[in-house]
């Protein structure tokens, strides 16, 4: 059997944490796989040279990447990563769970940025980072484009998409007893579901909240938390938002959910919003939401229209139209038939793209790694 080493974290409140725990035991019905911790921002040489030595003692290394886990800023970042691979003697898988627009060819700034400039950390966050990798795993076809325009070669660079993990069967009065400890009565129930940060639009859903004249004013259901607490302010925001639109009254804030309420809570909404802004990563979160078998509507950005194309199981709406929200809103609210519709499409979804069916791609794309390193 293959064997891997696969870099990643194992914490709390981190998505790729939970994808991977998600992916590994389905991958060890293929190859012998070892976790080696991944501690973001541990810049101590010594650490990495230990990390390198556990990921070089496999067939294949498979570091589970974001620009935040190596570094504090472009200087740290491109610092560890250069020693982290030079360190690395196995070819090298990456998956790059988050790909920017390009960068600019210089860092602007003080001192940091000029240090940072020398060591060419405009072009390490930009291509180094995986074209150095034996096989690059990404998640959307705008990501793979991005990195190929930028010279990581077309046969390394392969499109994954997420797993839908396995949905998590939950007891109706559990459910119940979730809505009334966070006092959602009978009302309908409009969620959102994971971090509260700025990549997701709130603004874009209490506004088609307050847009919709639904018969039966729904409730807006956060189900998370910040992850950093630098996105405090965020819940901040959102809490003064909501008072500004008038839906003080209508808005749950659960804060960070232990990972057995999650089902709870995504089974307490009756319509999931995923409002995202940005196109650089494709939601988990959303992929939970798909394993539960939830109607889930979405911005049409490229890797959510992605999904939509691929599965139909997506309600898609323009990402700066809170009428076009409004709308699809008070449609699903008002026609258990097109909710129901929408959940059959989740539940094939999510078995066309269950979590075997990533590992058995992911094993693909290990043995392409080892082939460009012989």
Same mark, same amino acid.
């Given at each position: 059997?293959?064997?891997?080493?696969?870099?990643?974290?194992?914490?709390? !409140?981190?998505?790729?944490?939970?994808?991977?725990?998600?992916?590994?035991?389905?991958?060890?019905?293929?190859?012998?796989?070892?976790?080696?911790?991944?501690?973001?921002? /541990?810049?101590?040489?010594?650490?990495?040279?230990?990390?390198?030595?556990?990921?070089?003692?496999?067939?294949?290394?498979?570091?589970?990447?974001?620009? =935040?886990? %190596?570094?504090?800023?472009? +200087?740290?970042?491109?610092?560890?990563?250069?020693?982290?691979?030079? @360190?690395?003697?196995?070819?090298?898988?990456?998956?790059?769970?988050?790909?920017?627009?390009?960068?600019?060819?210089? %860092?602007?700034?003080?001192?940091?940025?000029?240090?940072?400039?020398?060591?060419?950390?405009?072009?390490?966050?930009?291509?180094?980072? %995986?074209?150095? $990798?034996?096989?690059?795993?990404?998640?959307?076809?705008?990501?793979?484009?991005?990195?190929?325009?930028?010279?990581?070669?077309?046969?390394?660079?392969?499109?994954?998409?997420?797993?839908?993990?396995?949905? *998590? =069967?939950?007891?109706?009065?559990?459910?119940?007893?979730? /809505?009334?400890?966070?006092?959602?009565?009978?009302?309908?129930? *409009?969620?959102?579901?994971?971090?509260?940060?700025? @990549?997701?639009?709130?603004?874009?859903?209490?506004?088609?909240?307050?847009?919709?004249?639904?018969?039966?004013?729904?409730?807006?259901?956060?189900?998370?938390?910040?992850?950093?607490?630098?996105?405090?302010?965020?819940?901040?925001?959102?809490?003064?938002?909501? $008072?500004?639109?008038? #839906?003080?009254?209508?808005?749950?804030?659960?804060?960070?959910?232990?990972?057995?309420? *999650?089902? +709870?809570?995504?089974?307490?909404?009756?319509?999931?919003?995923?409002?995202?802004?940005?196109?650089? =990563?494709?939601?988990? =979160?959303?992929?939970?939401?798909?394993?539960?078998?939830?109607?889930?509507?979405?911005?049409?950005?490229?890797? #959510?229209?992605?999904?939509?194309?691929?599965?139909?199981?997506?309600?898609?709406?323009?990402?700066?139209?809170? &009428?076009?929200?409004?709308?699809?809103?008070?449609?699903?609210?008002?026609?258990? $038939?097109?909710? /129901?519709?929408?959940?059959?499409?989740? !539940?094939?979804?999510? @078995?066309?793209?269950?979590?075997?069916?990533?590992? &058995?791609?992911?094993?693909?794309?290990?043995?392409?790694? &080892?082939?460009?390193?012989?």
């Amino acid at each position: 059997m293959t064997r891997v080493a696969m870099y990643t974290p194992v914490r709390e !409140r981190c998505g790729i944490a939970d994808y991977s725990a998600a992916l590994v035991p389905a991958l060890r019905d293929h190859v012998t796989l070892q976790a080696v911790a991944l501690k973001p921002n /541990r810049l101590n040489p010594w650490a990495l040279a230990a990390d390198a030595r556990r990921l070089s003692a496999a067939d294949v290394a498979h570091v589970q990447h974001t620009y =935040s886990f %190596f570094g504090v800023d472009q +200087l740290t970042y491109t610092l560890a990563w250069r020693f982290l691979k030079a @360190a690395i003697r196995a070819p090298l898988v990456v998956t790059a769970h988050t790909v920017r627009p390009p960068g600019p060819a210089r %860092f602007d700034g003080g001192l940091g940025s000029a240090l940072a400039n020398v060591v060419g950390a405009p072009a390490w966050h930009d291509v180094e980072t %995986f074209r150095r $990798a034996q096989a690059v795993i990404v998640h959307a076809q705008l990501h793979r484009q991005r990195l190929l325009a930028r010279g990581v070669a077309p046969d390394r660079c392969v499109v994954v998409p997420p797993p839908v993990p396995p949905r *998590v =069967s939950v007891d109706a009065a559990a459910v119940k007893t979730f /809505r009334e400890r966070h006092g959602l009565g009978t009302r309908p129930v *409009v969620g959102v579901f994971g971090f509260v940060e700025r @990549a997701k639009r709130f603004t874009l859903v209490l506004d088609a909240l307050a847009e919709a004249g639904h018969g039966e004013a729904p409730v807006l259901l956060v189900a998370g938390g910040p992850r950093l607490p630098e996105h405090d302010t965020v819940v901040e925001e959102l809490y003064a938002d909501a $008072a500004r639109a008038g #839906l003080a009254d209508r808005l749950v804030v659960t804060g960070y959910l232990p990972p057995p309420e *999650v089902p +709870l809570a995504l089974e307490a909404m009756d319509v999931v919003v995923v409002p995202y802004a940005t196109e650089d =990563s494709v939601s988990y =979160s959303l992929h939970v939401a798909l394993a539960q078998g939830r109607p889930v509507v979405a911005t049409a950005l490229a890797p #959510l229209r992605e999904i939509a194309e691929r599965g139909h199981c997506l309600a898609l709406v323009q990402p700066d139209d809170a &009428r076009d929200l409004a709308k699809t809103l008070g449609t699903l609210l008002d026609d258990p $038939a097109a909710r /129901r519709w929408l959940t059959e499409a989740a !539940r094939a979804y999510a @078995a066309a793209q269950s979590v075997e069916v990533t590992a &058995r791609r992911t094993v693909e794309v290990y043995a392409r790694a &080892r082939e460009v390193a012989r």
